[in-house]
């Protein structure tokens, strides 16, 4: 009966062996599992530290593009309210003109009446007609 003994702890040894082999590579297999297991965590930590400054900086600049909205629309305002005022000044400006040239002819007129009134004058020389008359734009 020793051979049968023999073989089997042969077998046995062999099988033993191929189980330490085989042990060794799970453990190893492990090892490595850990090593990118670590690496995920690490990854996934910067990721999400990635993802955070991303949205802030989307925040930001939401912020931002509702500011310049802001900014624009007043402005706008603003440019409507300037181009209303200048318009204004304009028509004031033509309204003065008038005046002026309206007081010019006025001037020349009584000029013209005085000079018609004086016995040595000669009635000949006619005044200076100043016009200015501005053409408006319609």
Not at 14 to 23: A, Q, V
Not at 24 to 34: A, C, R
Not at 85 to 106: F, G, H, P, Q, V
């Amino acid at each position: 009966m020793k051979p049968i003994t023999s073989d089997c702890k042969n077998l046995l040894r062999k099988e033993n062996e191929k189980l330490c082999i085989s042990k060794q590579v799970l453990e190893k297999k492990i090892e490595e599992l850990l090593d990118l297991q670590e690496q995920y965590k690490s990854r996934k930590v910067a990721m999400i530290r990635f993802l955070k400054e991303s949205s802030r900086k989307v925040t930001q600049l939401s912020d931002l593009v509702v500011f310049f909205k802001s900014t624009i629309h007043d402005m706008r305002k603003a440019i409507a309210s300037a181009e209303k005022s200048i318009d204004m000044l304009e028509n004031k400006c033509w309204y003065l003109e008038d005046i002026i040239s309206a007081k010019n002819r006025k001037i020349i007129t009584l000029a013209d009446q005085i000079l018609s009134k004086i016995e040595h004058s000669d009635v000949t020389i006619e005044p200076e007609i100043y016009s200015s008359t501005h053409e408006r734009k319609l």
